[in-house]
């Protein structure tokens, strides 16, 4: 460890700046999506089984519902447009926008040159969790999904098909109809539903713990546009031992569809691509 320098306290107490101010950021109409919610009927469900990956599809201005049912899951969540699946939720930019966890209100944005929002928070039971006294919270967008690469590389070698990102590859590719090594490259990182996380204060390290979520708790999301949505229930249960695990206790996941009552959402449209004209300076 090199010697700090004389100057390093007031160094380190130089005060941070907020990166993205948000008081310009598009916001969503809450109040009209609160009052939406309150006459849905539902028009499909999927049950994702344990350690597998199921797609569903969500229309733009319909609403989906991923519940807890039988013990406590963690979900991994990828996003795509119905019509173009390159355009996918990009994780990164949500955490910038919104923080390490979403809750009610955050929306999740999708890739370039696109980054408009995919759906909206509108109702999440875990609300009340908050930050707990390790840092940890729930719902993440630090976690990239747990994969097979990564787990060859720690475990020396072995090979381990149900993580995360196979499942996802598999679900994908089965609702596209195309080939593994065309799905894979559309798999990206995810919405960590349920799930516990954080950063331990001493060493920086991505952290999990037992997710707080109990069979009933949901997560709901207002579809900005035509999506299809693709989720894992993790082999790591609910992921407070490991994941990528055979051992783990795991539980499936339900998401529900639906459709809001005629009239109540006079007034809303699906948003544009993002205004920025591509040019790039030339």
Not at 24 to 47: F, Q, W, Y
Not at 117 to 143: E, Q
Not at 178 to 198: K, Q, R, S, W
Request: with cysteine; hydrophobic share 35%.
């Amino acid at each position: 460890m090199p010697n700090a320098p004389s100057d390093a306290d007031a160094r380190r107490a130089v005060k941070p700046v907020i990166c993205y101010p948000t008081e310009t950021l598009p916001a969503p109409d809450l109040p009209m999506l609160t009052a939406a919610r309150v006459r849905l009927t539902k028009i499909g469900e999927v049950t994702v089984p344990p350690r597998e990956a199921r797609c569903f599809e969500a229309p733009a201005g319909h609403f989906f519902r991923i519940t807890s049912v039988e013990a406590p899951q963690v979900g991994d969540l990828n996003l795509h447009n119905a019509t173009d699946p390159t355009e996918r939720f990009y994780s990164g930019k949500a955490r910038a926008l919104h923080g390490t966890h979403l809750t009610t209100g955050g929306r999740m944005w999708s890739s370039f040159p696109h980054l408009r929002p995919m759906a909206t928070i509108t109702h999440d039971t875990l609300g009340w969790y908050g930050i707990d006294g390790f840092g940890g919270s729930v719902h993440d967008v630090i976690g990239t999904r747990c994969d097979p690469y990564t787990h060859a590389l720690l475990s020396g070698g072995g090979q381990y098909h149900h993580c995360c990102h196979s499942n996802l590859t598999r679900s994908l590719a089965d609702h596209l109809g195309i080939p593994l090594t065309e799905a894979e490259p559309l798999v990206h990182d995810v919405l960590n539903v349920f799930m516990c996380t954080g950063f331990t204060r001493d060493t920086g390290q991505y952290f999990m713990k037992a997710s707080p979520v109990r069979p009933g708790d949901y997560l709901e999301f207002f579809a900005e546009i035509d999506l299809i949505g693709n989720l894992s229930a993790c082999p790591g249960g609910d992921c407070g031992s490991e994941h990528s695990s055979d051992a783990a206790r795991c539980a499936p996941l339900l998401v529900e569809v639906f459709a809001p009552a005629e009239g109540s959402l006079e007034g809303w449209v699906s948003p544009l691509s993002n205004a920025y004209d591509r040019s790039h300076g030339r």
